[in-house]
Each structure stands twice: as structure tokens, then as C-alpha cells.
């Protein structure tokens, strides 16, 4: 079992930045990979970035394509999502998942785990 916890979500003016953690529990953390979704009202949830388990591999989706940055620190336990030039359309809560398989996969059936997620909401 792994829990996994977001956190640095919030409210963001255009062109602004901001830096999400995902803290996951359990030893096993390293033998996942991670990914982060995200979902806007009336819209499905769509794949976002992930990372494979050794960080050696990254997978983006085009729309966030060199603005977010995805990495983690399989020490703490912890995945980022460093998000810059943010968008109005960016506006969504963003959940951060994890696979069995340790790769980078961008649907969201492959993941076993999912955060509670965190909202952020970047204004005009």
C-alpha cells in the first residue's frame, strides 16, 4: 500500500510559478513510478507528467511541454511538479498518482495510487 499526500497547491497570478510535493508512505516508494493528473470542473482527468522509478525517465504531456518539470527524491520519500508560466487553462487540481510498473505511463488506469490532490487556480 502507498498513501500519497499533495501539497503546495494555491492561488497563482498568470506567468507565476509554483512548486507541488507529493509525500508518499511506505519503503516501497523507489519501485513505483509517479505521475501527476489533473481535472478542471466538467472535465475529465488528463495525464500531466510522470516519471519513471529511478527518475531516469520523464514522459509530458504537450500542453504543459517546457513550462512543468517533473522529478523526485526517492530518499524523502517525495515527487515534485515544478510548474512555471502558469496558464488560466492550468487552473484545475492537480492529483499525483502512482504505478506498479515503474514507467512512464500517461493513463490514468495504470495507476494503483492516488493523492487526495491539491488545487491550483492561476487568475488573469
Known amino acids: 500500500q502507498v498513501q500519497l499526500v499533495e501539497s503546495g497547491g494555491g492561488l497563482v497570478q498568470a506567468g507565476g510559478s509554483l512548486n507541488l510535493s507529493c509525500v508518499a508512505s511506505?519503503?516501497?516508494?523507489?519501485?513505483?513510478?509517479m505521475g501527476w493528473f489533473r481535472q478542471s470542473p466538467g472535465k475529465e482527468r488528463e495525464f500531466v507528467a510522470a516519471i519513471s522509478r529511478t527518475g531516469g525517465t520523464t514522459s509530458y504531456a504537450d500542453s504543459i511541454k517546457g513550462r512543468f518539470t517533473i522529478s523526485r527524491d526517492n530518499a524523502k520519500n517525495t515527487g515534485y511538479l515544478q510548474m512555471n508560466s502558469l496558464k488560466p487553462d492550468d487552473t484545475a487540481v492537480y492529483f499525483c498518482a502512482a504505478n506498479r510498473y515503474g514507467t512512464t505511463l500517461t493513463y490514468k488506469s495504470a495507476y494503483n495510487y492516488w493523492g487526495q490532490g491539491t488545487q491550483v487556480t492561476v487568475s488573469s
Open positions: 511506505g519503503r516501497t516508494f523507489s519501485t513505483y513510478a
